[in-house]
């Protein structure tokens, strides 16, 4: 069965420190994608990345990057140098690319990341 | 490029009561996603159309929700009638197409049931 788990509920930091936020899937496919979403106050869910299962090559955009690793199903999220503006949900979701192939995508509990001034 | 519509964004009703939500996606986009995002909990997937077509209601409340995208285009969600653990945010999203595709959400409606 598919999962999503991000065990950290919420982090505090202060300004300019890095954050990495976790992430472990399970999935019994072999081709899939995973995402990270950004939830800030307002409501609205924000694309971040997606990353596909044969591509295990880190991403790095801006203070944003991401570490996967398909040996330990995990697919972190680190901000380096936190501004307040970095404070929101974030959630990691999988999608399974097998014979349903909807794009339906399953979310993890979400992170919930405070950066104080 | 405008993003995905919806409305109302918030809504109180009485438990027994009835409640529509409207979506609009991104022009073009074949794929619309219903969730719902109950409190501190990240969100999951009630409906999903391709085009006017359903593709997976499997976690849809059949009894009680219903949905319908009428011309491939705009899509109304509704409860009737609304118990108090549907209080939740309900997101529309949509993506250009099904599978891969990422998918870009809306606001949401934050609906509480009293």
């Known amino acids: 069965a598919q999962k999503v788990t991000q065990a950290q509920t919420e982090i505090s930091v202060v300004e300019k420190e890095d954050v990495t936020l976790d992430c472990v899937y399970e999935t019994r496919d072999t081709t899939y994608y995973l995402f990270w979403y950004k939830q800030p106050p307002s409501g609205e869910l924000v694309f971040l990345i997606r990353?596909?299962?044969?591509?295990?090559q880190n991403e790095i955009s801006g203070r944003y990057s991401w570490n996967f690793q398909k040996s330990t199903s995990s697919f972190n999220f680190t901000i380096t140098a936190s501004q307040v503006v970095d404070s929101a949900v974030y959630f990691c979701?999988?999608?399974?690319?097998?014979?349903?192939?909807?794009?339906?995508?399953?979310f993890g509990q979400g992170t919930t990341l405070q950066v104080k001034p | 490029e405008a993003g995905v519509a919806q409305s109302p964004r918030y809504k109180i009703i009485e438990k027994r009561q009835s409640v529509a939500f409207w979506c609009n996606p991104i022009?073009?986009?074949?794929?619309l996603y219903w969730y719902q995002q109950i409190l501190g909990q990240g969100p999951k997937l009630l409906i999903q159309f391709q085009n006017n077509g359903v593709v997976d209601d499997s976690q849809l409340p059949k009894d009680r929700f219903s949905a319908e995208r009428l011309k491939g285009v705009d899509s109304t969600l509704k409860i009737q009638p609304a118990k108090l653990e549907d209080s939740a945010v309900y997101l529309c999203?949509?993506?250009?197409?099904?599978?891969?595709?990422?998918?870009?959400f809306g606001p949401g409606t934050r609906l509480t049931v009293t």
């Open positions: 999203a949509s993506s250009l197409d099904f599978g891969s595709y990422e998918q870009y």
């Open positions: 990353r596909n299962s044969f591509d295990e």
């Open positions: 022009s073009g986009h074949a794929t």
């Open positions: 979701a999988l999608s399974e690319f097998g014979s349903s192939n909807t794009g339906k995508l399953i």
